[in-house]
């Protein structure tokens, strides 16, 4: 079994910072360096969005609306993903997913809560 545990949300003030961690956990056998590890966000009523990508290979994605802001970085000897978020803005207020992907898996951790208000 899976498991993604997601920490680090909380109230910031706009352009301020947050780092957000994903700690990957599982019973045996799997080595989570063969998945791409992704973080999503949504806010409530509205569809699930992917914010950054850290693939196997050492490549990463951001979506438009984070790039130069955030940053997507993982521990491989740790088994931790990280997403470290500067310059926030109120329209990153959201619930962060952090996500394991090797087709055809998925793994999701329960989300952790980020709200960007002065």
């Known amino acids: 079994q899976v498991q993604l545990v997601e920490s680090g949300g909380g109230l910031v003030q706009p352009g301020g910072s947050l780092r957000l961690s994903c700690a990957a956990s599982?019973?045996?056998?799997?080595?989570?360096?063969?998945?791409?590890m992704n973080w999503y966000r949504q806010v409530p009523g509205n569809q699930r969005e992917l914010v950054a990508t850290s693939t196997t290979g050492g490549t990463t994605n951001y979506a438009d609306s984070v790039k130069g802001r955030f940053t997507i970085s993982r521990d491989y000897a740790k088994n931790m993903v990280y997403l470290q978020m500067n310059s926030l803005k109120p329209e990153d207020t959201s619930v962060y997913y952090c996500n394991a992907h090797r087709w055809p898996l998925d793994y999701w951790g329960k989300g952790t809560l980020v709200t960007v208000s002065s």
């Open positions: 599982a019973t045996s056998g799997i080595t989570f360096s063969v998945y791409t």
